[in-house]
């Protein structure tokens, strides 16, 4: 799944561990938000696609 890539950039190079059960409440939460606010998923996209591409760059640096 998706959020095994992110979880381990976290946790290298954040310190950050968050157990899949906070994962799947997270995605609850914003599966339920988008339902009720259709114009948030944009948003939500975004600021997943923005993490991900910030931890993924530091990832590739720091290999180097």
Request: aromatic letters at 6%; a positive charge; proline letters at 5%.
């Amino acid at each position: 799944m998706a959020e095994k890539p992110i979880e381990e950039l976290l946790r290298k190079y954040l310190g950050i561990s968050i157990p899949r059960l906070v994962m799947g409440v997270l995605m609850i939460i914003f599966a339920a938000l988008i339902l009720m606010k259709p114009e948030l998923l944009a948003y939500i996209i975004a600021l997943y696609l923005l993490i991900s591409g910030i931890l993924i760059l530091i990832d590739e640096i720091l290999k180097k």
